[in-house]
């Protein structure tokens, strides 16, 4: 049974920094494209980061380009967002998913298993 599990979050001031975790079991992190997704009030889910099984493909949505960094520590099935500069635009529900692809992916409907969410909310 595939289990994604979610850490990090909260409440923090424009300018700071958050980090999320997502503990897997039922999968090695380093065989599946695993991927971060935001889902705004009243918005779609849309990509936030995505990770290669590789390691070697990293992809960022414009908005996260040059504050976020995506990486994976295989030893402990787990993959991270590291999270700076944050802005209150990045408030929002935060995923974490993988898929079992050949090249990274991000749309939403390419992932097979997710994590149950964790909130941030950047304050002004």
């Known amino acids: 049974q595939v289990q994604l599990v979610q850490s990090g979050g909260g409440l923090v001031q424009a300018g700071g920094s958050l980090r999320l975790s997502c503990a897997a079991s039922?999968?090695?992190?380093?065989?599946?494209?695993m991927g971060w997704f935001r889902q705004s009030r009243g918005k779609e889910r849309e990509f936030v980061a995505v990770?290669?099984?590789?390691?070697?493909?990293?992809l960022y949505s414009a908005s996260a380009k040059g504050r976020f960094t995506v990486s994976r520590d295989n030893a402990k099935n787990t993959v991270f967002l590291q999270m700076n500069s944050l802005k209150p635009e990045d408030t929002g529900v935060y995923y974490c998913?993988?898929?079992?692809?050949?090249?990274?992916?991000?749309?939403?409907?390419?992932?097979?298993?997710w994590g149950q969410g964790t909130q941030v909310t950047v304050s002004s």
């Open positions: 998913a993988s898929a079992k692809a050949s090249a990274v992916v991000s749309s939403p409907d390419e992932y097979d298993y």
């Open positions: 039922g999968l090695k992190v380093s065989k599946y494209v």
């Open positions: 990770i290669g099984w590789s390691g070697g493909t990293i």
